[in-house]
């Protein structure tokens, strides 16, 4: 069976269609482990980044109406400046350093939310 990168839905219904099962199967293996494309990354990072700075803005507005400590609004104004960082750096094509900015930030913010309530 030839190798095709990126077919349409039409050109692979065509060939599910005239295939043995033992090249489906190999097609059907080939699409789900299709790695994704470095565009499919950065939108995926960007939107990762947008939906934590969201809940980082839904949380401090929790947390300014509860009155609580300034310690508590200042982590969660970090985790809205990272995450805001984050997106920018994802939609300007530095996905591996917006990951792992975003996942050391949320790790840090875990384990000291404890201290700060």
Known sequence: ???????????????????????????????????????????TQLVVSLLF???????????VDAHTSARTVA???TLIAL??????LSRRGRTRISFWLLCTGMIALGLTTPFLL
């Open 83 to 88: 995450c805001a960082v984050s997106a920018e």
């Open 53 to 63: 700075l969201a809940g980082g803005i839904g949380a401090l507005v929790e947390h």
């Open 75 to 77: 982590a969660y104004l």
């Open 1 to 43: 069976m030839p190798r095709h990168n990126d077919l349409d839905d039409q050109g692979t219904a065509l060939l599910m269609e005239t295939a043995t099962p033992a090249e489906r199967r190999a097609l059907v293996r080939r699409r789900r482990h299709r790695p994704s494309t470095p565009r499919e990354a950065r939108l």
